[in-house]
Structure formats: structure tokens, C-alpha cells
């Protein structure tokens, strides 16, 4: 992937969201209108973290290159150079696959 001219701010994430599942475990080839929208996607961006009461950021527990699950109706949907991207704040991220 070409480096993305996105900084998100605070303690916010960049996701560039999975490939909707095409056919089921069966083989079943779905529709558009029946694929989920997906909650997996690869970190692309991270922002500075968090500001604190202290004067210091936050230390994020995500990195770019990360594969994380969030919510399904988490975050804004974007589009940077034609690609469908995600910005959440790392509240929003459920998990890291590790």
C-alpha cells in the first residue's frame, strides 16, 4: 500500500476495513445486498494518542500494520484515493489479532 496522507488526530485509527465475505462455508455465493459489512480491517494510520489531564499523550496500543475487530457500526466510513477506510478511536477497537 502506497503511504496514505491521512494523520488522525488524538487517540484516533485508521482501518482499512477486510473484504466482505463473498460465498458461505457451504459455497453459497451472496449478493450485495446480503454481505455484512465487515469488522475486521488492518491498521493504516495511528494518531498521537490521547491528550491527558497531565499534559502528556497517551500511549496507543495499536500500530500501523495491526489486524484489529471493532464494531459493526463503529467509526466514520471515508474514502482516501478511492479506497473505503474507517477512522475510530481506539475505544472503538474490540480486540488485536494477534
Not at 476495513?17 to 459489512?37: F, R, Y
Not at 475487530?69 to 480486540?95: C, H, N, P, T
Request: charged share 30%; aromatic share 2%; no cysteine.
Amino acid at each position: 500500500m502506497a503511504k496514505l496522507n491521512l494523520r488522525p488526530l488524538d487517540d484516533r485509527v485508521v482501518v482499512q476495513p477486510s473484504e466482505a465475505e463473498e460465498t458461505t462455508a457451504g459455497g453459497i455465493v451472496l449478493p450485495d445486498s446480503a454481505k455484512e459489512k465487515p469488522q475486521r480491517g488492518t491498521v493504516v494510520a495511528v494518531g498521537p494518542g490521547r491528550l491527558l489531564d497531565s499534559g502528556n499523550r497517551g500511549e496507543m496500543t495499536v500500530s500501523i500494520g495491526d489486524t484489529v475487530i471493532y464494531g459493526k457500526y463503529g467509526g466514520s466510513d471515508i474514502e482516501v484515493d478511492g479506497q473505503e477506510m474507517k477512522i475510530l478511536r481506539e475505544s472503538d477497537i474490540l480486540a488485536k489479532l494477534l
